[in-house]
C-alpha cells in the first residue's frame, strides 16, 4: 500500500493529473497553469526535491521516475488519468554524468509508457526538445523531418524517446503526444543544466545591476518560447482530439529566435546600464548544432499551435516582474 500525503476525495474527478519534475521550471509553471484549469487537488505535483509552494497549494509526493513501484502505487491511489513526465537531466548537466542522464531519461521515459500502459492512464504528455537536431540539419527554419544526428546525450535520449512515444502508441495505443521545445524562459521557476539557460541568468544579472558573463557567444542564435506559451502549447496538444495528433514523436514547435547580442541589446533598452562580455564554453558548442529556428507548420496545421509572446514583450514582462520580486525581497 503506498504511503501518501494527501487523499483526493472518494469521487476524484476524471481530469486527474499526475505531474513529474515538477519541481523543475517547466514543472511548477506547469503544475499552477493546471492547477488554476482543474482544481488544486486534481494535480499531483511529483519530484526527488521538495518545493514548499507547490506542496502549500496542492498535493505533493516524493517520486523518483526510476522507481516503477511507487509510480504506479501513486497513479492507483491518485486514480491518474493524465501524466506531464518532465523529470529529465537537460543538455548541459547531460554531459557531466552521461550514464545518469541515459538513465534517467530513458529509464524513466520507459517506465512512465509502461504503467500507462499497464494501468490504461488516458493521455501521456512527455517533452522533445531541439536538442535531437544536429549538425546535419539545416539550420533555418529547421523542418519537421529531417536527419536527428544529436551531439549531447540529452539529445540521443530525447531521439530515442520519440521513438519509443511512438512505438507505445502504435503497439499499444498509449495516447503519448510530444513537442520539441526550444528554450524555456520564465521569471518564476529557475531553470538548471540546459545550455539556453543563459538567456534567463541573464536577465537575473540584469536586475541586480550585475554585469553578466555569457556562455553562449554573441552571434549564436537559437530558437526560445516565453513560459507561458511553453505551458500553452502542452495543454493545447495535450487537449486536442486524438485524431489530431499525426506526429507520435515529437512535433516542431517555435516562437521567437534571437542571439544573446540581441537578448543584450533588448535588455539595454529598458536598463541601459546593463554590460555583457562574451566567454563562450561548451554550452557554446552545444548550441552551434542546433537549429536557429523552427518549420513548425505541421504543428500549426494539426493541432492549432499559435505562440503568442515575442522578444520585446518577453523582455518587458520579465524585467517588470522580476522588480518586483526582488523590490519587494528588498523591503522584507
Ligand atoms: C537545454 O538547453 O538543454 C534545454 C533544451 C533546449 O531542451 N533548454
Redo the contacts with the bound molecule.
Keep these: 500500500m503506498v504511503t501518501t500525503n494527501k487523499t483526493f476525495p472518494e469521487s476524484a474527478s476524471p481530469k486527474t493529473i499526475l505531474v513529474t519534475g515538477a519541481s523543475g521550471?517547466l514543472g511548477v509553471e506547469l503544475v499552477y497553469n493546471l492547477r488554476q484549469k482543474y482544481g488544486s487537488n486534481q494535480v499531483l505535483a511529483t519530484d526527488i526535491g521538495e518545493n514548499t509552494l507547490l506542496k502549500e497549494k496542492g498535493p505533493f509526493e516524493w517520486l523518483d521516475v526510476l522507481d516503477k513501484k511507487r509510480l504506479s502505487e501513486l497513479i492507483s491511489h491518485y486514480q491518474i488519468v493524465e501524466i506531464y513526465h518532465l523529470a529529465a537531466i537537460?543538455?548541459?548537466?547531460?554531459e557531466k554524468n552521461i550514464s545518469l542522464a541515459w538513465r534517467l531519461n530513458m529509464n524513466g521515459l520507459l517506465n512512465v509508457l509502461e504503467t500507462a500502459r499497464e494501468l490504461q492512464v488516458q493521455r501521456v504528455f512527455w517533452?522533445s526538445?531541439?536538442?535531437v537536431f544536429g549538425p546535419d540539419a539545416p539550420r533555418k527554419n529547421t523542418p519537421q523531418d529531417v536527419p536527428l544526428h544529436p551531439t549531447?546525450v540529452?539529445g540521443i535520449s530525447?531521439v530515442a524517446g520519440e521513438h519509443w512515444c511512438a512505438y507505445y502508441n502504435r503497439r499499444f495505443g498509449v495516447d503519448v503526444r510530444s513537442i520539441r521545445?526550444?528554450?524555456?524562459i520564465g521569471y518564476r521557476s529557475q531553470?538548471g543544466?540546459?545550455?539556453?539557460?543563459y538567456a534567463v541568468d541573464l536577465f537575473y544579472s540584469a536586475i541586480k545591476g550585475k554585469p553578466f558573463v555569457s556562455p553562449v557567444d554573441r552571434n549564436t542564435r537559437?530558437p526560445m518560447m516565453y513560459m507561458d506559451d511553453a505551458v500553452k502549447a502542452a495543454y493545447d496538444i495535450m487537449n486536442a482530439d486524438s485524431d489530431q495528433i499525426r506526429i507520435r514523436t515529437g512535433y516542431n514547435v517555435g516562437a521567437m529566435s534571437f542571439t544573446p547580442k540581441e537578448l543584450a541589446d533588448a535588455v539595454k533598452q529598458i536598463i541601459p546600464s546593463f554590460e555583457i562580455q562574451y566567454v563562450p564554453d561548451e554550452?557554446d558548442q552545444?548550441?552551434a548544432n542546433?537549429p536557429d529556428s523552427l518549420d513548425d507548420s505541421a504543428a500549426r496545421e494539426d493541432w492549432g499551435w499559435n505562440p503568442k509572446f515575442g522578444l520585446e514583450f518577453m523582455v518587458s514582462d520579465i524585467i517588470a516582474n522580476l522588480s518586483d520580486v526582488f523590490s519587494s525581497s528588498r523591503e522584507n
Excluded at 537537460?90 to 547531460?94: D, E, P, T
Excluded at 543544466?193 to 539557460?197: E, K, Y
Design positions: 521550471q537537460l543538455s548541459a548537466n547531460g517533452p526538445t531541439i536538442a549531447t540529452y530525447k521545445y526550444p528554450g524555456l531553470p543544466g540546459g545550455t539556453t539557460d537559437l554550452r552545444i548550441a542546433w
